[in-house]
Each structure stands twice: as C-alpha cells, then as structure tokens.
Nanobody
Framework: QVQLVQFGGGSVQAGGSLRLSCVASGYASSGDCMGWFRQAPGKEREGVAAIWTGYGNTYYEDSAKGRFTISRDNAKNTLYLQMNSLKPNDTATYYC?????????????????????WGQGTQVTVSS
C-alpha cells in the first residue's frame, strides 16, 4: 500500500516561489500516475499537474502552465511541484495523489476519482 507524506508549503507574497514535496513509501510502480491537486475553501478539488512516471509525460492545468513544474525523483520516490510567479488565487490546500498508469491515460489525469492514495495536504497562502 502506497503512503504519501507531503512537505513544503507556507506563506509567500505574490510573485514568489514555493516547492512542494511528496514522499511515497510502500509499493510504487515506475509506471504510475502521480498528481498534484488543490482545494480552496468552498471550492471543489481541482487538478494542477500530473506526471506519468513511466513515460515522463507531464500535464498541467491551464493556469499552471509556464509557472508550475511537476517532477519526480524515482530514486528518492519523491514527487515535486515547483511553483513560481505565485498569485493570490493559487491560495489553497495542496494534495499529492497516486494512481495507476491508467489514471494519466487519455487525458484523464485531472479526475479526482482516478487517484486512490492521497497525501495529508499542505497549505499554500499567497498574499498580494
């Protein structure tokens, strides 16, 4: 059973940067799909980025393109989200998530239901 533990997050001013980390323990195939989601108060959880680890394919939500970078260090079993040029509307609780290879297949990476293991969440607050 995969378990995910998140690190990072915090408060930053608009235009600043943060890096989130997510360490996976337990079984994790190199062909899995791993993603980052966020949820702001009163809003649904939404996909931010994902990586199909076996192929290196990455996927981004439109507002994240060009500002966020998802990556994975397979040797360390760690998923990262580098967030640059942060904006106040990036404020949310961020979650990493693990799914199997089909989760990323066919453009479905952003679907919450496709992921079966979630990190504990970490708060990101961007002030103007």
């Amino acid at each position: 059973q995969v378990q995910l533990v998140q690190f990072g997050g915090g408060s930053v001013q608009a235009g600043g940067s943060l890096r989130l980390s997510c360490v996976a323990s337990g079984y994790a195939s190199s062909g899995d799909c791993m993603g980052w989601f966020r949820q702001a108060p009163g809003k649904e959880r939404e996909g931010v980025a994902a990586i199909w680890t076996g192929y290196g394919n990455t996927y981004y939500e439109d507002s994240a393109k060009g500002r966020f970078t998802i990556s994975r260090d397979n040797a360390k079993n760690t998923l990262y989200l580098q967030m640059n040029s942060l904006k106040p509307n990036d404020t949310a609780t961020y979650y990493c998530a693990h799914g199997n290879g089909y989760t990323c297949y066919g453009g479905r990476w952003y679907k919450v239901a496709g992921y079966n293991v979630w990190g504990q969440g970490t708060q990101v607050t961007v002030s103007s």
